[in-house]
């Protein structure tokens, strides 16, 4: 019994053992696993897309070099732990399944032949006394017999495995260990090997290069405070959101801004609310970022928008853009002056598509400068150049740094000589209420269904030209001259240039009529006439030498004082501005000619007729349906 609690013993701690190894042998192949997966980890670095790649590529050639020391260690690894497998947990595993099963079941072998023997010895103790039958007695003495054997066979052999187990423990306890033992020292040995004079002196360097990146963390950390202690100093004024409004620096020559604005949202039909979001222009568009968002999206595009301040409910500093076909775009509030004006002037400058040049900093600058020159007395007998601003269908022309001056520069004292300096200019038609009563109702009776006794403008229908052009009023101003073409220039000049520095974009849309009597200026919403003059009055007109779709001409006016007034009137219009020009110089040739019969019946055959029996432009007229140019063609060009 004291042997057999010994073996007992001795199986509960070799399981443990067994457990304790095992998990050895796990931690070591884990190592293996690990160590392989840290390898392909070191490789993928170079495969990242960091934002910010400053130093990538010692960082990527030292961890390559990493990558192949843990490669090296991974096959160490993985032969100690084919030798722990081997020499450490085989062993104990054999002694266990072994030895210890073998006494475990001599013993069970044990037990059942001494269950036997009880049993036989208990059927011999019941023979009777007085009837004796030898041949059952003779059975019972051989099974008894037969017992005892058995039993004194497997006793004798499960003794012995007890007494051999006394030995055996000794020396299965021990083997594992040297097993381990030898593993753990080649795998030193191999190690140390591996990592030789070279080795260190890689490590060496790379503790260096560590030590030196660290040392300009620090240098970076200590100017980062030393910024923080200077910005903590300042006065807390500097943090008001206009606390500049008196005197703002504003930079108009802005090709890019970012910043937070308010952004107006209709909630209902006179609702509206206000939401905070972080706007920056990229290229030609507005982009808006929402808070928490990962990227910006397209809020506008700004070719050839309009930009201008406007008046917003009770709130300051809002400005509105509008898109080329006129219609109101977005609403935004700046928090302050300055921001208000930077963000119009950006905004403007990459409307022009300033942003496609070569140097877009420099033709921003330059057109700036331009702009101010136009507006500011000339002083001096230099040259002033001529702003070539294109229309919101051609602000490509002004993109170009070559075509910002003017080839045709007027003199400072040539334009003396035209427009008076500090000239008034203004940027919108207002007719006089008297003027305006005369030619839109007089004393004739409107109809609230739309209907009229005679039409307002006779003349109309009986003209024999009657012309429709769309054009924009961009500005008019008072000139000392109609001799001369120049003047109608240097007046387009100073408009857009006004327009320009004073950030006024918006135009109106109208009809220009031209008949053979006056040139009308009508609005196309509600059909009344704004401006009327008579082609009498006319005495210049032109288009622009670079921008075809500029259009002017000079006025003549008396004024009550006995003498005459003149006024440039500067359009802009979707057609070419010659066509325009050859409208009013048809106009006028009629007048001309009109007292003289035959002169006109010439003129008037020249011209072809609409369906409706109208007069209209040659060079509005279509190709022939063989593709052949009109034959009235060379009409056009006599004009």
């Avoid at 007229?621 to 063609?633: A, F, H, L, M, V």
Wanted: proline letters at 3%; a negative charge.
């Amino acid at each position: 019994s004291v042997f057999e609690e010994d073996a007992a013993t001795l199986t509960d701690y070799t399981n443990q053992l067994l457990q304790a190894m095992q998990r050895v042998y796990g931690a070591q192949n884990e190592m293996c696993l690990a160590t392989q997966q840290l390898s392909k980890q070191l490789l993928a670095y170079e495969k990242q897309n960091f934002a910010l790649g400053k130093g990538d590529e010692e960082v990527i050639s030292t961890l390559h070099y990493f990558s192949k020391v843990v490669d090296e260690l991974n096959v160490l690894h993985t032969e100690l732990a084919k030798q722990l497998a081997d020499t450490m947990v085989l062993p104990i595993i054999q002694f266990r399944e072994k030895d210890l099963t073998e006494v475990s079941t001599l013993k069970d072998l044990f037990g059942l032949a001494s269950n036997e023997h009880d049993l036989s010895m208990a059927k011999y103790s019941r023979l009777p006394k007085k009837k004796e039958n030898e041949k059952v007695k003779t059975d019972v003495v051989k099974e008894v017999a037969a017992a005892r054997r058995k039993q004194h066979l497997s006793s004798l052999q499960y003794y012995c495995a007890l007494n051999a187990l006394q030995y055996r423990k000794r020396v299965a306890m021990m083997e594992p260990m040297i097993g381990f033992a030898h593993g753990q020292i080649n795998f030193f040995k191999k190690g140390a090997e591996m990592f030789s004079q070279s080795m260190d002196s890689f490590l060496s360097s790379v503790a260096d290069m560590v030590q030196s990146i660290q040392v300009e963390l620090e240098a970076e950390a200590e100017k980062m405070r030393v910024s923080q202690q200077e910005l903590l100093s300042v006065e807390e004024s500097v943090y008001a959101p206009d606390f500049d409004v008196a005197a703002p620096q504003i930079n108009r020559n802005l090709i890019q801004k970012a910043g937070y604005l308010n952004l107006r949202n209709k909630t209902g039909l006179v609702t509206t609310t206000w939401e905070r979001l972080y706007f920056f222009t990229q290229g030609g568009n507005l982009m808006c970022q929402p808070r928490g968002a990962v990227a910006g999206g397209l809020i506008q595009d700004l070719d050839n928008c309009s930009v201008m301040a406007v008046d917003c409910e009770d709130r300051r500093y809002c400005f509105q853009i509008t898109t080329p076909n006129g219609k109101s775009g977005i609403i935004l509030q700046a928090e302050s002056r300055k921001e208000n004006e930077e963000w119009i002037c950006a905004i403007n400058n990459i409307s022009r598509q300033i942003y496609l040049t070569d140097n877009p900093e420099a033709v921003a600058i330059k057109l700036n400068q331009t702009a101010l020159q136009a507006v500011t007395p000339i002083t001096s007998f230099g040259k002033k150049p001529e702003i070539s601003c294109p229309s919101q269908n051609l602000r490509n022309a002004e993109t170009e740094d070559d075509k910002i001056v003017s080839q045709a520069a007027v003199r400072a004292d040539d334009a003396d000589e035209l427009i008076a300096p500090g000239t008034p200019i203004q940027f919108d038609i207002v007719l006089p209420a008297t003027e305006f009563l005369d030619q839109n109702r007089g004393s004739r009776r409107i109809n609230p269904f739309g209907e009229t006794e005679d039409e307002t403008f006779p003349e109309a229908e009986d003209s024999l030209l009657q012309q429709m052009f769309v054009v924009r009023f961009l500005g008019s101003m008072a000139v000392k001259t109609d001799n001369t073409t120049e003047v109608i220039y240097e007046a387009m000049r100073q408009v857009l240039a006004a327009r320009a520095i004073h950030n006024i974009f918006r135009t109106t849309e109208s009809h220009l009529m031209v008949t053979s009597q006056t040139l009308r200026l009508i609005d196309p919403q509600t059909q009344v006439t704004r401006a009327n003059f008579e082609l009498t009055s006319i005495t210049q007109f032109a288009a622009h030498q670079e921008n075809k779709r500029l259009v002017g001409f000079v006025v003549r006016t008396p004024e009550s004082t006995g003498g005459q007034s003149l006024s440039t009137y500067v359009f802009e219009s979707n057609s070419e501005g010659e066509k325009i020009c050859y409208a009013i110089n048809l106009g006028k040739e009629i007048i001309a000619v009109q007292k003289d019969p035959e002169a006109l019946a010439q003129l008037m055959l020249s011209i072809p007729l609409t369906n409706d029996g109208k007069y209209v432009l040659l060079n509005d007229q279509p190709d022939d349906n063989d593709g052949s140019p009109n034959e009235n063609r060379g009409a056009e060009s006599e004009a």
